[in-house]
Every structure is written in C-alpha cells, then in structure tokens.
C-alpha cells in the first residue's frame, strides 16, 4: 500500500501571488497624482565609458528615468552594473561621456547643495563632534554660527539624536553614524537627497530600523529620494518605483511601479503585493538558469562519499 501523501501539494508561486502590475486602486490612483508632480531630477540617455579608444570600457548606456517631486525613487541592479557611476555623476563627482542630468530643469555640471549625499561607507569627519558635522555645510555657506547650531539641532532631533550633539563619530554606533549623515544632508536642504547603499555596512535588525525611520523622515519632509540599493527586500519596502538596471553595459531595464500600499509596514513583506514585486525583480536581476545556479556549489567532490552523514 502507498502511504498517504504527507507533503500538501506543490501549487507554484505563480498561481498565488497576483501580476506585480495588478495595483489597487488606492495605489493607482496614488501613481497618477504622483506622475502629475513636476520631475526634479531627470535623467537623459546618459552614457559613460570608462578609458579610450579600444580599450574603452562602457559603464553606462542610454539610461533614462525621470523622478518626481517627493517621488522615493529606488535603483537596483547586479553588482558592478554602474549604480555608483550613475550616482557620481548625478552628484557632479564624475562626467558623463554622453547624455545629461537635469535638476529642475537645469544641466548639473558639478557637485552642489541641491543635493545630500549619504554613502555606505561612514563619511562624517572623525575630528568634529555630531552636532558640527550637521553644522558643517550651512557654515560652509556662510550661515552665522547661531542660525547653523539652531538647524542642526532641529536635524539631530528629526534623527532622534540629540542627545548625542557633543558626541564624537567614533562614539557612535554604524546606525547612528547613518543618522546623523542623514541629518547633515537634509540639513542642507537639498533637491534631492541620494543614498548610495546607505544601510549596507549594518546588521540586519539595524538596517531594518533605519528603513522605518528613513520612511518616517520622508513622509515629515520635503524631500525627493533617490536610494540605491542591491537588495529586492529594501527596494520593495521603500520606494514608489523600482528602476531595475542590467550590467554590461549599465542600462536601465525596467521601471516597475510598486504596488505595495502606503503607509508600509514590516508586516507587508508577507503581503500579495509586496511577494509579485519581489518575483518580478528576482527575476529580472537573477535571469532563470543562473538563478536555479546559484548556491550549488559541487561540494561532493570534496568528500567521499561514503561518509557523507546525509
Ligand atoms: N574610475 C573607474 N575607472 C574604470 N572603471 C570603473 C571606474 N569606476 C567604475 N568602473 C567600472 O564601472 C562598472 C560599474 O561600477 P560601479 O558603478 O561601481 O557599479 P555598482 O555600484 O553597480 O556596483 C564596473 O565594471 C567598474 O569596474
Ligand atoms: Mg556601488
């Protein structure tokens, strides 16, 4: 006699999770009041090719996307597929070799206050307390020391770091770190403020924690995002949309809408929507063979098989 089947039966993925371009009306409704919102930074078939003449690398190809104003704007894309590069240029730290930026319209030839940067790796200076580093570019630009202690102050409350305004970098945790170069950027008052894996260097349950407070943020200022990031997770969780980029050349591949409604919480990452988002990415970035590839390893080999506990 067959013993009786103990396993439910397989019902693929795809028959349980809905189409990641099926969007509730609330969210739809959200997408076509945000597209009506004027575009602050756009991006115009920008192209960089690293070197020249035959031993020209090309990092970046006729890349296009616009963003909108208060617009949470996330990238994601293999590793070495040029987020750096494009993030360099939009901050006026690097030349495109083709195509343009556009921030409210106007080309972007250099680096500028318009924009707040925030880098994986810690960037404050290590010779200034917190509550200096947050006054460094209003000083920077002339505001009297007063008015630039005020704005700091403000910023460091915003980050839930006033306590720490004498405190020095290296007194801080890497998630207190993050805060307060949050807090340095947006005392600037930038455009648009533009994460570079930002959360990368933290541990999982901090990381979890800067995504809630960095979303808290946005939803209290005036403020555009651009984030950066190699994780589906994070992209899912924070942004309106998705701009998916390939590598080799670097380009964009797909611009997906997320469907995850607001206001998010951590509990969505179970949710229908959140779970099509995260398929169609998954698959976009992990094409499907390499997918079914990865994390075999022909550990076998190494073996004999004979004493294997398996
Ligand atoms: N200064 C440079 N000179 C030459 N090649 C570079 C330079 N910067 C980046 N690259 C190349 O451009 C590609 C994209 O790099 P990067 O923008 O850092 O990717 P990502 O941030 O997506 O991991 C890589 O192949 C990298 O080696
Ligand atoms: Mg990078």
């Avoid at 630009?141 to 290296?170: C, I, S």
């Avoid at 988002?277 to 073996?303: F, N, V, W, Y």
Wanted: glycine share 8%; aromatic share 6%.
């Amino acid at each position: 006699m067959t013993p009786p089947e103990l396993t439910p039966p397989q019902v693929p993925l795809r028959d349980l999770v809905p189409d990641y371009r099926e969007l509730s009306p609330e969210v739809a409704a959200r997408f076509a009041h945000l597209r009506e919102r004027p575009v602050i930074l756009s991006i115009r078939g920008l192209e960089k090719s690293f070197g020249h003449g035959g031993s020209a690398a090309r990092a970046l190809q006729d890349m296009s996307f616009d963003v909108h104003r208060r617009e949470f704007v996330c990238i994601v894309g293999p590793s070495g597929c040029g987020k750096s590069t494009l993030v360099r240029i939009v901050a006026g730290l690097d030349e495109a070799t083709g195509g343009a930026v556009l921030l409210d319209g106007q080309e972007v030839t250099g680096p500028g206050p318009d924009r707040g940067m925030v880098f994986q790796g810690y960037t404050l200076f290590p010779w200034l307390t917190v509550r200096r580093n947050v006054m460094f570019g209003l000083r920077e630009r002339g505001q009297p020391p007063r008015a630039a202690e005020a704005t700091a102050q403000r910023w460091l409350e915003m980050v839930g770091l006033e306590g720490f305004a004498d405190a020095y970098p290296h007194e801080l945790s890497g998630g207190m770190k993050q805060r307060v170069a949050i807090a340095r950027a947006l005392a600037n008052q930038p455009r648009i403020l533009i994460m570079d894996e930002p959360f990368g260097a933290l541990d999982a349950q901090t990381r979890a924690q800067m995504q809630s407070y960095l979303l808290q943020i946005w939803k209290n200022v005036e403020v555009t995002i651009l984030f950066i990031t190699h994780d589906l997770d994070e992209a899912a969780y924070l942004s309106d949309r998705v701009v998916v980029m390939g590598a080799n050349p670097g380009r964009v591949v797909e611009t997906i809408e997320n469907p995850v409604p607001r206001p998010r919480r951590p509990d969505q990452f179970i949710s229908r929507s959140f779970l099509s988002l995260k398929r169609r990415l998954t698959e976009l970035i992990q094409p499907h063979d390499e997918a079914e590839d990865a994390g075999t390893l022909p550990i076998s080999k190494l073996t004999d098989a004979a004493d294997t506990v398996e």
